[in-house]
């Protein structure tokens, strides 16, 4: 036997099996039937000579031979991947396309079709793919290569591994249900806000998550976390349903104010940064044109 032997599909089923150590889950984690999976672990079974499970009442369990299958197995997948990945970079870059990443759309005024224009006139050979990347990923694809280019907001995790240009400075403001008692106010003062429930991101980028819930404006109070969004439509949800408040740039009021929500300006908070970002090591010139393109409209570079 060789490795040739040995299917990507027959160790991604392997090590969903490994990991959820119960056919049925992995079946549904790779949404393929439960006799199908089996069908494939009994497969790289008689190919490798040795079971890989142990099978009784008791449920599922790893044979010596599975527990030492398995961090190679995750390490082929990884590498095969990377190197999907590096193709579909190579081929994207051969045929002159950049892939922009987004968590919302820039908006802002015509933002983006402003930076496509200045892109394209210098670049008209190019052509850009647009990318929405859920807000699990403050870096909008960045950190994983799927995108080339993004419209991140700062600070950006892993800074010293990005560059980027300010698009734009927004004020932040709150939001908070239309019944709520401070929605009656004009103006709030972010010291009002201290007691109540806060809307959260996701702690995959815990900078991100401290800048919207404002840490540093907080003397050292921890905030009272009201529940978790993970986009635009999550949030407004949320604040409807009256699950807490939260801080919001001026230039995406108009996402959650739709009836039921208002904003309001709030002092003692610093604005907030939209800002165009690429990997530091980067050095293909359309990153860097469209880069450039982005500071025709930016306010600072990094």
């Known amino acids: ?16 099996v490994a990991e959820e150590l119960h056919f049925t889950r992995a079946a549904e984690r790779l949404y393929v039937s439960q006799p199908a999976l089996s069908k494939q672990i009994r497969a790289l079974e008689r190919l490798l000579g040795a079971p890989l499970f142990d099978r009784d009442r008791q449920g599922v369990a790893l044979t010596p031979v599975g527990t030492a299958l398995l961090p ?54 190019a052509r850009l793919k647009l990318r929405q990347v859920g807000w699990e990923d403050p870096t909008a694809g960045l950190a994983d290569g799927v995108s080339d280019v993004a419209f991140v907001w700062l600070p950006l995790a892993g800074a010293d591994r990005f560059r980027w240009v ?58 009272v976390i009201g529940g978790e969004i993970a986009s635009a439509d999550e949030t407004y949800e949320a604040l409807v349903g009256g699950l807490g408040i939260c801080l919001v740039a001026a230039g995406n009021a108009p996402l959650l104010t739709r009836g039921g929500v208002v904003t309001r300006p709030v002092d003692g908070v610093t604005p907030s940064r939209f800002a165009l970002a690429w990997r530091a090591d980067d050095t293909r010139p359309l990153v860097h044109a469209y880069a450039r393109a982005a500071a025709g409209r930016g306010v600072q570079e990094r």
């Open 1 to 16: 036997m060789t490795i040739t032997d040995v299917h990507g599909r027959d160790l991604r089923s392997f090590v969903a």
């Open 72 to 125: 190679h197995a995750r390490a082929v997948l990884v590498a095969w991947e990377a190197g999907h990945e590096a193709v579909r970079r190579a081929r994207e870059a051969a045929d002159g396309t950049l892939v922009v990443g987004m968590s919302t759309s820039p908006g802002r005024g015509g933002l983006l079709p402003a930076i496509r224009s200045r892109f394209t006139e210098a670049h008209p050979e």
């Open 166 to 223: 300010v698009v734009a400075a927004e004020p932040r403001l709150v939001a908070l249900p239309e019944n709520h008692p401070l929605a009656a106010r004009e103006r709030l003062d972010f010291a009002d806000l201290l007691d109540e429930p806060f809307l959260a991101l996701p702690d995959s980028g815990p900078e991100l998550r401290d800048h919207w819930l404002a840490l540093d404006a907080r003397g050292g109070r921890p905030p």
